[in-house]
Nanobody, 124 residues
Framework: QLQLVESGGGLVQAGGSLRLSCAAS????????MAWFRQAPGKEREFVST????????RYADSVKGRFTISRDNAKNTVTLQMNSLKPEDTAVYYC?????????????????WGQGTQVTVSS
């Protein structure tokens, strides 16, 4: 059983930055893709970014491309999402997830373990 613990959420003004971290334990971390999803009130969970098991392949949602950067440290079993130039529409609960395979995928159905979520609020 793999456990994920997210941290780093909070309240920030528009244009500011936050850094989200996700620590994994209980499984071979490097064998699986990792991703960040988010869910705003009244909306469906949406894909934000994913990184392959090796860290070579990365994808971003168009809405965050150029502002967010995903990275992973397999030695420390952590994945990080650096969020810059934040906008009010980035406000959501952000979830870390572990994929079924090492390849990048953008559907939440391809992820089998989820963290508890961390709130990100961007004020205008």
């Amino acid at each position: 059983q793999l456990q994920l613990v997210e941290s780093g959420g909070g309240l920030v003004q528009a244009g500011g930055s936050l850094r989200l971290s996700c620590a994994a334990s209980g499984r071979t971390f490097s064998s699986f893709a990792m991703a960040w999803f988010r869910q705003a009130p009244g909306k469906e969970r949406e894909f934000v970014s994913t990184i392959s098991g090796s860290g070579v392949s990365i994808r971003y949602a168009d809405s965050v491309k150029g502002r967010f950067t995903i990275s992973r440290d397999n030695a420390k079993n952590t994945v990080t999402l650096q969020m810059n130039s934040l906008k009010p529409e980035d406000t959501a609960v952000y979830y870390c997830a572990v994929g079924r395979v090492a390849y990048v995928r953008t559907s939440y159905q391809d992820y089998i373990y989820w963290g508890q979520g961390t709130q990100v609020t961007v004020s205008s």
